[in-house]
Every structure is written in structure tokens, then in C-alpha cells.
């Protein structure tokens, strides 16, 4: 019951966070159009790609690591070690971040709101590092609720300044900052009530070590950060700011609805990593479960995005985004493919493949640059929707052939088939209410509730009380 607990606490703060964070985006998108949503957007997209340089990869090894690990003195060791390696990524980071406020000018974004949204996020990432302690031992709770209020009040000293019609977005987005670095400072303190001392007493050889095993981590992040956000940063250089803005706010939305689904692989993590240790008889019930879940929750996800998101899109942001809602549909099918994904790398992370990941990133970001230049200028944002899906899929190919000696084919054949069913079901029974011309908020209500049921007749979710993952 560990997993759920913490997958519940996790997705309760998260999502209240990122609902949060999806107030001030529509704030933002009021207030200043998709102009300003634009320039919003690509800061931030920048800033989170600074911030992997910076931080990212250590997490998901320390974690793998402490969780396998016995005696406290390993452990130690293994903390000092992480604590090194991240002070010489922290390092680059800073440097990348110093070259991009040279070069950044000011034609696509404030270089103060990259400067603001960058310190956050560069916090917020070195926070998870000094939370690994933590997550290893699956005290994930309190760990969530520090991320939550902080980020709230970042976000609501923003919403106070949106008040002020005159005040620029630099302004808004100030008590970002402080955010961050109050979030560190906690950070640091919890990672002392788990026994983790702030001190850096490593031995050379096993900080290379470290760097040698959190590097595929870091680059995985950083390029699958950059595997993301290519399509909006070309968006915004191909067709301007205010087609960026009504594409990210697609993606905003779809990246809200998959949240639960990563921190439910957050929260599985180290029982993942734990079973892998001791072999595929322990692991492959465990992967199957948390397979069936995602894809459970991935196809909900995906009937909402076409039945209700374009609604309510509409009612939020007003009809400057009516472009943005033509677009949704396309994106649901998107979020089952994501959803895919976000299994397959949690099980190759927690089975030591984190190098085929990385392969099948680097395949599939040469992938989406290419396409996003070849479609984009003839399709607009319409030909970036189709590059991801096609790069996902593959990507998700790539994985699903790395697994096969620890998961057998017939559980990713079976259940998938299972998810079809549902959908299938679903969109049927879509189709035939519009048909009968029912108001559409009536007709998307009834598809998300048709749905799960379709998905647990077809035995697509697990039963909790029999699942070794949930038990």
C-alpha cells in the first residue's frame, strides 16, 4: 500500500500544484495574448532545459541505488558521491545559464523572466538530488507537500501582481526565484533528518564512478527535455510567438493530464528497482501491473482530451485560442503514446537500460527535428502534432524490443488490445450521441464515464488487493 499512498500524496500535490501553475498560464494568456503566452512559454522551455543541464539524472540513479543498497556506511558513501557529482553538474549548469543571458537578447524573451523561470527551476531540480534519501526509503509525503507550497507561493504572489494591469511579466514572475531557493534550503534539511549530512568526503574514484552511472540519467533528461519542447521552440521560430502560444497551451494541458501517470512510476520506482535486483520472476508481475495502470489511466486521459478539453478550453481562454482546441483531438491520441512511454523508460531505469532510452531518444529527436522542418512550413502546427506522434512511436517501439527478455510480448499485445477495446467502446458510443445531436458537455461526460468501465470489463486495470505492485 506504500505505492499507492505515495502515488496518491504525490499526484494530490502535484496536481494541485500544476493547477496552480494552470491558472497562472491562463492568467498570463488573458492578459497579455498569445503573444505573451508565447514568450511565457519559450522561457520557460528554456529555463527547464537549463535546469536538466544543471540538475537532472542524479535523482533516478541515487534512487536505484539507495534502495538496493544494505548497510548504512554504503549508503553514506554512495550520498557523498552524489553530493559531489551534483556539485559539478550544478557548476556546468551555471555556466550554460551565464552563456544563454549572453546570447539570449531580447527578440523571443525577457532575458529577466529566462533569468527568473531558469533559478526555479534549477532549485526545484536540485531539490529532488537532496530529496533522494527520502524517496529512496519511500518518504515521498512530506517531500511533496515542501514542493507544493512553495511553488503556490510562487504562483501566488503572481496572480496578486496580475491584478496590476500595468505591471510587466518580468515583475510577475519575481517571487519565482525566491521560490526556489526556499525550496532548496528544505530541501537540505530533510535530507539531514534522514542521515544524509551535507559534506563532500568522496573518494575520486567513486565520484567517477557516480558521473559514470548518473550521465546516462542526465542525458536521457536533457535530451528528452529537448525531444519535448522542439516542436514549440520551432514553432516559435518558424511561425511566431502566437502560434507557439496556442501550441504550448495544447501541451500544457496534455502534460497536466500525464502527471499521475510519471509520479505513479515515481512512486514505484524503487519497488521496481528492488524486484529487478533480485530477478525477472519478481519483476515481471510487478511491470505488467504497472503497465496495465498506466495504460489504463493514459486512455482516460486521452477520451477526456477529445471529449471535454476543447470545451472547456474555449470557456478558460476565450475564442483569441480557438486554434488551440482544433488541435486537441490529435493531441489525445498523443497522450496514450506518452503514456506508453513513461512505462517503458521506468522499467528500463529500473533494469539497468537506461543506455537503450537514451538510443531510442537521440533516434527519435533526429526524428522530430526532421519532420517538424519538413511539416511545419506546409502544415503549420498541425505537421508538429504528427512529427511527435510518429517519434513517439517509434521511440516506444525501440523500448518495448529492449524489454522483451524481462517482459513477455504477449503482455504488451494483450493490453494494448484491451485499451483499444475500451476506446473503441467509448468512441462508439461518442459518435452515436453526437450523431443524435446532444449537447457536446453532455456527450463528453458520458465518454469519460464510459470509459473506465469499458477498461475494467475488457480487465485492462489490475485489481489492487491481488496486484504485487499495489499489495
Known sequence: ???????????????????????LFTVISRRFGPMGTGEYSYAFALGAFIAILATSGIEQYGVRQLACLETQQEKSDCWQSL????????????????????????????????LELSIFLVGWGLSRTLYVPASAAQAMVGPAFTELAC???GTVFALAMCLHKSIPLKVILAGFPIAGLV??????RNANMHGAQLAFHARWRDIMETVRGAAPFTVCEALGQFYMRVDLLLIVFLLGKANGGWYATDIKIVEVGLMPLVLLGTAAYPVLSRSAAHG????????RDFFRSVLFASGWLAIGLYCLAPLVLMRLLGSAFQPAGHLLP??????????????????????????????????GTAMIVLLNYTLIPHFGATGAVFAVLMSSALVNVVCAIALRHEISHSVFGQNVVRLAFGMGVTMLAVFALRALNINAWEVGIVGCVLFPLA??????????RKSPLFA
Not at 500500500?1 to 491558472?23: E, H
Not at 525550496?183 to 537540505?188: G, K, Q, R, T
Not at 525477472?280 to 511491470?287: K, T, Y
Open 183 to 188: 525550496l532548496v534550503v528544505l530541501s537540505l
Open 151 to 153: 511553488r503556490m507561493a
Open 83 to 114: 553530493l559531489c557529482t551534483q556539485s559539478i553538474q550544478l557548476s556546468i549548469g551555471l555556466v550554460v545559464l551565464f552563456a544563454v543571458m549572453l546570447v539570449a537578447g531580447a527578440s523571443r524573451a525577457s532575458p529577466i523572466v529566462i
Open 280 to 287: 525477472v520472476e519478481e519483476f515481471a508481475p510487478l511491470s
Open 455 to 464: 477498461a475494467l470489463v475488457s480487465g485492462l486495470f489490475p485489481n489492487p
Open 330 to 363: 490529435l493531441f489525445a491520441l498523443l497522450a496514450v503514446f506518452k503514456g506508453v512511454e513513461v512505462v517503458l523508460y521506468r522499467l528500463l531505469y529500473a533494469v539497468k537500460k537506461q543506455n537503450t532510452y537514451l538510443g531510442a531518444l537521440a533516434v
Open 1 to 23: 500500500m506504500v505505492v499507492i499512498k505515495n502515488t496518491v500524496w504525490l499526484s494530490v500535490c502535484r496536481i494541485a500544484a500544476d493547477l496552480s501553475g494552470l491558472v
